[in-house]
């Protein structure tokens, strides 16, 4: 600033002596902006700096400062301005561990000694000595205190060109040797602080030197042997105190305890509480509400306990916060808060566990092993991990199996058995890049919209955003890209909100409807075998159970018979199946049988093509489930329809049905080939 200023002096001198008068109008006008940057930079610095110390002082007893930090700061404050330890040069010592708020309660004490109005006044010189080399850090440390005093007292008696400069004086053949034998002031550090010392205190002032991050260096202990002898020799120096910061190193602890006669260590916190609080903070009664529809009957256990084992410091769990809070605001509802959560943490306070992990859920097979195999041959006696915390992060991920060899219990892992709900983790790969990536990575694939729309269905509310929703519904099953997806929620949760909250009967029928229509056969059975009950967290008085099993619904599907492709029959008898006493229900049973004979028997009193096609392919049908479903209906169906594929004779009857099996057609021989295994089958199920 001062070689600009008087740069701009000089040429506006020889510039007024060229034109002839002192000051020349076009050259302030030509200069006035730099003048003007000159003068008002300095100037809003200084404005902001008052207004900040205004707005935000630093407050010990403020209570966003933790109690810990705030304890430590009031006890550094109370001891130094102890009278018993005037003096004499006070050595404090502060221990905890990366983050924990070691700087934030030195600048609270600090601050609180800077606003006292008595004298002596303090001096703050604050060293951080991260990537200082052990060779250089005494000439470092004095330079820094050099720098601070500077602030308050004229330091140019102190000073002295830096060595290299003297050595590159010294090394050329001109006269600046002798300006470099002038220049350099060999003095030893010890007398350079009794120097300053007699200064400081000539000056009416304290200096207050905070040596912090030494322990972060790669070569910390020798480095910490260097400077432990200069901050020994500073006990005899009145109006020189300092403050070490620190981490709990077993290896400093003897030449700490020499320097440092008090100390003050901070206890490692306990966040579960705050965990609890963001969780309140970012599920509300909504949120809330949604992960119980969509979990159901599936209990996620959270993990506090486990992320505050990770969490060292309140600036891990304010870093923490920012992340999740930043995350949530995409994948809120999409993943599990505390999948989130422990994932975050890991990254950023144990990435080796991370890493594994992420190998591990990124493995397409993976066999089993035993738990203290897989730690051995996944990560290093040198990382130092509590492996019951490797253990517990992988049991919350559902990555732990137990099984019996012999007579021994062994703990293993193995990727078989996922969490079976639809936010599982690495189960669907979707959710887990999301949790990876912390953000959503596909956005079709939207377990909210998912939910929305079955919400809306079931609403009953606006019949235009009914079935605007039903169609958004049908619309994404049919999709290749997203109809899995759909299917799958449908199947785990979407059957629970059809069957206990929709209001209208006229909802169910058209998605019975819209669900036959669907224009690829094998996604229309899988819709409707979606709406198959997985549980008895069902409403028997609901509109859908009511119209289910209600004589208007044989009438309404016959109807559809048309539209009816290879499974839609088999599919409709397996949805009334789903209520049968052996699927475990506790409570009064539907007699499921009833409407399953008169959808069947609906159909043998068509005895029209269609209806014959669609009997024939059900008793032709090879799936596993077909004898278990047959046999839920009476003798007298079974030897109707017996009697009706024994009399099949129309080629109507041959065309539709080779249209239901999306064939060409077959010849007679063929077709009478294929009546004559249906008769055979129904002929067994009678004798059973």
Known sequence: ????????????????????SLISLELVLLYLPLIAGLVFLPALEFLKVRITQKITPLCIDDPKNNDSTR????????????EKNQAKSIRILICGPFGVGKTTAINLAVDKLKNKKELPKLVHCNIDLWGIEAESIIQYVLDEVLIALSTEIDMCKFRSLPSHYISAMNAGNTSS??????????????????????????????????????????????????????????????GIDYIFAGENRPEFSDALLRICPIRFDFSKSNFINEIKELENNLIDNNIQEYYQKVLLDQYVLGCPQLINQLLSSFRALHTLEEQIKSAWLELRGEVLFYDLVLLQALKNNSPVIYDVLIVLLNKKSFKSQPLTKFIAGNFSPDDNLDKELIKACLEHFGLIDIFIEEKSNEICISKDNPPNHVLSFYKYEHISSSLIEGRLTTKKLKQRHVFETLNKIASG??????????????AAVENDETSSFWLESIKHYGWHILYNEIKDETTVK??????????????????????????????????????????????????????????????LLKIYKGFSPRMGFSS????????????????????????????????????????????ALDKATLNKVHALITNIKSK?????????????????????????????????????
Request: charged share 25%.
């Open 1 to 20: 600033m001062l070689s600009v200023t008087w740069t701009i002096a000089i040429w506006l001198f020889f510039e007024s002596r060229a034109t002839g």
């Open 71 to 82: 304890h430590i700061a009031k006890q550094i404050e109370k001891t130094l301005c102890d």
């Open 652 to 688: 109507n009857t041959r065309v539709i049905y080779s249209q239901i099996v999306a064939r060409p057609e077959v010849s007679d021989s063929k077709f009478e080939g294929l009546k004559n295994e249906a008769l055979q089958f129904i002929s067994r199920m009678l004798k059973l």
């Open 461 to 474: 509310g606006n019949a235009t955003i009914t079935n605007q929703a039903v169609t958004d519904l049908c």
């Open 177 to 238: 040797k002798i300006f470099a034998a002038f220049m350099h002031k060999p003095t030893s550090p010890d007398a350079l602080l009794k120097s300053l010392s007699d200064v400081i205190n000539a000056a009416n002032l304290r200096l207050l030197v905070t040596i912090q991050d030494l322990d972060r260096n790669q070569k910390a202990l020798d480095s910490l042997h260097v400077l432990a002898g200069l901050l020994d020799r500073l006990e005899g120096l009145r």
């Open 510 to 571: 058209q998605l019975f409807e819209k669900a036959i229509n669907v224009r690829s056969s094998r996604k229309s059975l899988e819709f409707l075998t979606s709406f198959i009950v997985k549980s008895e967290q069902f409403d028997p008085e609901s509109v859908f159970m009511k119209y289910l099993f209600s004589e208007r619904i044989i009438n309404d599907l016959f109807e559809q018979r048309t539209s009816f492709t290879r499974g839609t029959l088999f599919a």
């Open 588 to 631: 009064e049973q539907r007699d499921y049988k009833i409407p399953m004979n008169n959808l069947i028997l609906q159909f043998i009193d068509g005895k029209d093509p269609v209806s014959k096609a669609n009997l024939l392919y059900l008793f032709l049908n090879c799936d596993d489930d077909i004898p278990d479903l047959v046999s």
